[in-house]
């Protein structure tokens, strides 16, 4: 059984796929974790449940990492990512949304949580239109 772990990920790596490895990395397919830390730029997603369909914002300044957590899935039988990230520029005001690629890291430091029993598995789920974890 895998332990908890912390690990300092690389700076300019995409935090979304950062993540993924370091999971990845270490055999885990089902987990928790936070990160703290800053990024360079962030891309966030908003879901819109009535055209079914993310919308992305840009955020082109320096930003502190105020908070950032998830979970490890998975999805076609790859390790599938599922963070929310809330952000800081320098005027403190606060942005969050769905974490999406193109987040070029600062610094980050992630703690990673295994959950020991079975993977959830992402399908498609036709009420949300979203890949969802499967009822059980
Ligand atoms: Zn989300």
């Known amino acids: 059984m895998a332990e908890p772990f912390l690990a300092r990920l690389k700076m300019d790596d ?41 919308f992305n914002r840009d955020f082109d300044f320096h ?23 809330i952000i800081a520029g320098t005027d403190f005001q606060c942005y969050g949304g769905h974490l999406m690629p193109g987040t070029p890291i600062f610094l980050a430091e992630l703690h990673g949580t295994p959950i020991p029993g079975e993977v959830p598995k992402r399908v498609f789920d036709d009420p949300t ?8």
């Open 129 to 136: 239109g979203l890949f969802a974890w499967e009822w059980k």
């Open 63 to 85: 930003s502190e990492i105020v908070s950032c957590q998830g979970n490890v899935s998975e999805k076609d039988g790859e390790i599938f990512v599922h963070a929310h990230l």
């Open 14 to 54: 995409d935090l979304l796929e950062a993540i993924a490895k370091e999971f990845e990395r270490r055999s885990i397919r089902k987990g928790a974790f936070s990160v703290i830390g800053a990024v360079r730029k962030t891309v966030l997603g908003y879901y819109d449940s009535d055209k079914r369909q993310y």
